[in-house]
């Protein structure tokens, strides 16, 4: 008994070892400017910009492969910090800010057809084959890929009614001179 245990000790403190010597010997650096643009980026991978998530598309924003106004939900403020950070030129003629949406099932019109269930990335549709749906709200990132696909039109996307805890105070549009 004592001599499995002494070597079960051995074995997993040796293998813990030659782990830390490969983590530090093997480490892959990434790219900084990615990462400060990941952390520019709002992190819902809701895939509307056409990559599966922030990451990628933090990489290829870096790599100079996609445009900075790619971000929907990031809208021209989002656009605005990351051609400062690239120091690259933005044209804002095509960005459109819009408030923030989640989605609302009408559970009246719904068919359990399972289709916006497939499709939201953040699980935040709750429901089976043949059965009505809901949405949880705090888990919704207001993507609308489920109210493309909705074949009833039992989906609305409503705005975002402020909270205790969501609201903020308003900055002035015009500073006092």
């Not at 040796?14 to 990615?34: F, H, Q």
């Not at 690239?86 to 804002?92: I, M, Q």
């Not at 888990?139 to 409503?158: D, K, N, S, Y």
């Not at 903020?168 to 006092?176: M, R, T």
Request: aromatic share 6%.
């Amino acid at each position: 008994m004592i001599a499995a245990i002494f070597s079960l000790t051995t074995l997993g403190l040796t293998l813990g070892w030659l782990l830390g010597v490969a983590a530090r010997y093997l480490k892959v650096e990434g790219n900084p400017l990615a990462e400060q643009v990941t952390e520019l980026l709002p992190g819902s991978q809701c895939g509307q910009c056409g990559y599966p998530g922030c990451a990628p598309a933090a990489e290829a924003i870096a790599s100079r492969a996609a445009s900075v106004t790619i971000c929907p939900p990031g809208g021209r403020a989002l656009a605005e910090q990351l051609a400062g950070l690239l120091g690259v030129p933005v044209d804002l003629s095509g960005v459109v800010d819009k408030a923030p949406v989640i989605a609302h099932i009408h559970e009246n019109l719904c068919v359990g057809c399972t289709k916006c269930f497939k499709r939201c990335p953040t699980d935040a549709i709750m429901g089976a084959n043949n059965m009505i749906h809901s949405v949880f709200a705090d888990a919704c990132t207001g993507c609308e890929l489920c109210f493309e696909v909705c074949p009833t039109e039992c989906i609305e996307m409503r705005t975002v009614t402020p909270t205790l805890q969501t609201w903020y105070w308003p900055e002035p549009s015009v500073l006092p001179a």
